[in-house]
Each structure stands twice: as C-alpha cells, then as structure tokens.
C-alpha cells in the first residue's frame, strides 16, 4: 500500500485528488491519503445540493460547498475532522464491505480506550453517537472507500449549514443532528492533538493489516492533472449545484438502503421529465436509469419492465425494486 501525504486544506483539490488517484496512479497499488477540508459542505453524488445546505448561512459564513463522487449524505468538514481514503482493487471482499475498512479506525480509539463499533449501513459511533460516516465509489476494477473522522468539529456549525430531513433524525430515535453526533476528543481520557491521531491511525494501518506503508510522491505532473479536473470539474456551479428544474411530482420515502426522492412531470400518462435523489449507496450513476425511465407510461407495469434487463443493486444498495415501486406508486 502506498500513502499520499496530502497538506491540502482545499476541498475542491482534495476530491480532485481523490478521483485522479483512483483513475490514474498506479492501477496495481492500493494506495492511503489523510486529509482535511476547511470549512466546508461534502454533498453526495445524488444529493440535491440545494435542499442539502443552508444556502443563506453559506453565503454568509464563506462556506465551500463540494460533491463528491461517492453516494450517502451531506457532511460538515472542519480542520477539527479527519478524513481518509482507501483506493483497492473492486472485488467482492471489498464492494459495500463498510467493516473491513472502519476496522482500523476502530481499532485505533480502542488504544486510547475509546470505545467505538460499527452502526447501521456505513457509520461508526461511540455510546450510539456518530463519529464517522463512509462512502464509496467504484471504477471499473478499482474501489475508492472514505470517511469521515469527527475529532473536534464545531457542532453548532454542523447544525446550521446542513438541512437534515426530519425522517432521516427520526429513523435513528434522535431528535437533532446536533444530538446525533460527537466528537473523539470528548471522548479523551488523555488530550491528543488531530496530529497525534493521524500518526496512530497510520500505525494501525500497518499493523492490522500487516502491510508496509510506502510514501507515493505526487509528480508535477500528477500535480497539473488534480488541478485541471479540480478547475474543470470540481470548481464548478455545474457539478457541485446543477440544473434544478422545477417538478410537478415529488416521491420520497426511507428504506434500509437509504432515502429515495423522485421528481417527475408526467404529460397524458407519459413521464416526461425524471430525477433520482437520495443519500443512497450505488455502483452505477443512477442517470442512466432516469434515462431508462423518461418516456415510459406512468404505471407499475411499465416501471417494473424496465427493470427486467438491469440488475437494480447496481444503482441502489440494499434496496428493491418493490421499494423503488412502492416510492413511486405508493
């Protein structure tokens, strides 16, 4: 496994980083970054960014706002919160295997005699709080798994950039995000510095897994390439907001797998216009299954029949298609 040390507090960089080492360095080598994000909103890939931050308290605060490549929801990012990045060969050891990489986070806070487990589809909490929330990503034959690490993040921020849903408070028997949440350091018989806890992380790493950390320097060149795609892609009002266009029809409802939002205009029984929303898990861009679906009638049957070709968990982790039914008809 090969480390990138990554000083970045630019989040636009560091998401550019993310997808140019899964895509290109090294397609042989599993490869570890650590990094942190200033002040900033992650949203997504399927999320609706508008619905997802409190525009005005972005605004008003200088708040950088960014999508991410993986599925899941929308976090807060301080330089009180620890990331990390895994980037692995895809096979089916590792595909929405959220345990194998949490383990050594955990195991870590177990030296410092904090107690932390595994929670629900892809979160570690401590005394049933959450510390840390994971995603991944796939890529052909190559996987990107992240998390988030809460060490000391400002929680009256978090509370206020971000608009969670009342449904998604109320499946996990909380009452706020401020509630749901905590940080490692309260946690602390004795104080260590964010620092200090990337160097532990580091050590489990190695030791759990029994692998030699090498250190990959990035070149000029790779250097050139995350600036481009983080001018051309991640920089941008089009990837990070979107089109929004107005919908006549709105479904949503919670499942196991996550939340499913659908948007869509339907003209004399035909459905003209479609979106998917969600904090949902999938290996697919569910864009190609709107495809599928505009067009079609409006009617269970028609939806069913599109599914008969496709293998639905490719867009949708841990939910079916009598859920996606049942959303949209229901």
Same mark, same amino acid.
């Given at each position: 496994?090969?480390?990138?040390?990554?000083?970045?507090?630019?989040?636009?960089?560091?998401?550019?980083?993310?997808?140019?080492?899964?895509?290109?360095?090294?397609?042989?080598?599993?490869?570890?970054?650590?990094?942190?994000?200033?002040?900033?909103? /992650?949203?997504? +890939?399927?999320? =609706?960014?508008?619905?997802?931050?409190?525009? @005005?308290?972005?605004? #008003?605060?200088?708040? %950088?706002?960014?999508?991410?490549?993986?599925?899941?929801?929308?976090?807060?990012?301080?330089?009180?919160?620890?990331?990390?990045?895994?980037?692995?060969?895809?096979?089916?050891?590792?595909?929405?295997?959220?345990?194998?990489?949490?383990?050594?986070?955990?195991?870590?806070?177990?030296?410092?005699?904090?107690?932390?487990?595994?929670?629900?589809?892809?979160?570690?909490?401590?005394?049933?709080?959450?510390?840390?929330?994971?995603?991944?990503?796939?890529?052909?034959?190559?996987?990107?798994?992240?998390?988030?690490?809460?060490?000391?993040?400002?929680?009256?921020?978090?509370?206020?950039?971000?608009?969670?849903?009342?449904?998604?408070?109320?499946?996990?028997?909380?009452?706020? /995000?401020?509630? +749901?949440?905590? =940080?490692?350091?309260?946690?602390?018989?004795? @104080?260590?510095?964010? #620092?200090?806890?990337? %160097?532990?992380?580091?050590?489990?790493?190695?030791?759990?897994?029994?692998?030699?950390?090498?250190?990959?320097?990035?070149?000029?060149?790779?250097?050139?390439?995350?600036?481009?795609?983080?001018?051309?892609?991640?920089?941008?009002?089009?990837?990070?907001?979107?089109?929004?266009?107005?919908?006549?029809?709105?479904?949503?409802?919670?499942?196991?797998?996550?939340?499913?939002?659908?948007?869509?205009?339907?003209?004399?029984?035909?459905?003209?216009?479609?979106?998917?929303?969600?904090?949902?898990?999938?290996?697919?861009?569910?864009?190609?299954?709107?495809?599928?679906?505009?067009?079609?009638?409006?009617?269970?049957?028609?939806?069913?029949?599109?599914?008969?070709?496709?293998?639905?968990?490719?867009?949708?982790? =841990?939910?079916?298609?009598?859920?996606?039914?049942?959303?949209?008809?229901?």
């Amino acid at each position: 496994m090969l480390f990138i040390r990554n000083d970045s507090k630019n989040p636009y960089y560091n998401l550019a980083l993310e997808e140019y080492a899964l895509k290109n360095l090294h397609l042989n080598d599993d490869f570890l970054i650590l990094w942190q994000n200033a002040h900033t909103v /992650v949203v997504g +890939r399927n999320q =609706n960014t508008i619905e997802e931050v409190n525009s @005005k308290y972005v605004k #008003e605060n200088d708040v %950088n706002v960014v999508r991410r490549m993986s599925g899941g929801g929308a976090v807060y990012h301080d330089l009180g919160n620890l990331n990390y990045t895994f980037i692995t060969r895809s096979d089916d050891n590792s595909k929405n295997n959220f345990v194998k990489f949490t383990k050594p986070v955990i195991d870590a806070l177990e030296t410092l005699d904090v107690h932390a487990e595994f929670s629900g589809r892809n979160d570690i909490t401590i005394d049933g709080k959450k510390i840390s929330g994971n995603a991944q990503y796939y890529y052909q034959d190559r996987m990107l798994h992240h998390g988030t690490i809460l060490f000391d993040v400002n929680s009256d921020i978090l509370k206020d950039v971000l608009n969670v849903k009342l449904d998604k408070i109320a499946s996990k028997g909380i009452k706020s /995000v401020k509630s +749901r949440v905590t =940080n490692i350091c309260q946690h602390l018989k004795e @104080k260590i510095t964010i #620092e200090e806890l990337k %160097n532990i992380l580091l050590k489990f790493i190695l030791e759990t897994n029994d692998i030699s950390i090498k250190e990959y320097i990035l070149s000029p060149s790779d250097i050139d390439n995350i600036n481009k795609l983080m001018e051309e892609k991640y920089s941008t009002w089009e990837w990070n907001y979107g089109e929004s266009p107005k919908f006549e029809l709105q479904k949503s409802k919670r499942y196991e797998g996550g939340s499913i939002d659908l948007r869509l205009n339907v003209k004399e029984g035909n459905i003209t216009a479609f979106k998917i929303y969600g904090d949902f898990f999938g290996r697919k861009d569910v864009s190609e299954l709107e495809k599928l679906i505009i067009n079609k009638n409006f009617e269970e049957d028609s939806i069913r029949n599109v599914f008969k070709d496709i293998d639905i968990t490719d867009y949708f982790y =841990n939910i079916t298609i009598d859920n996606f039914i049942d959303c949209m008809f229901y």
